[in-house]
């Protein structure tokens, strides 16, 4: 299941005085969001090649992928 399916199915079961305020949290990331591909859609920005090019399922397997090999440090220290 994508985080995006994982949230909608939690957003189910929460009663209206929560959704309201998830609505409020999610209108502002929004923006943010918006402002940050703005930025980055500069030609200019050395990284500007690589905005949007995963989705979420990509971009939930990457994540776990870091997680598993980079949560662990082997060795003693």
């Not at 940050?36 to 994540?63: S, Y």
């Amino acid at each position: 299941m994508t985080v995006r399916q994982e949230i909608i199915k939690s957003l189910k079961t929460l009663d209206t005085g929560f959704l309201s305020q998830i609505y409020n949290l999610t209108e502002n990331l929004k923006r943010v969001d918006t402002d940050r591909k703005e930025k980055f859609n500069d030609k200019t920005h050395p990284l500007a090649k690589f905005v949007g090019i995963i989705d979420d399922d990509e971009a939930q397997i990457l994540r776990l992928f870091i997680d598993k090999e980079f949560s662990q440090i082997e060795g003693e220290w």
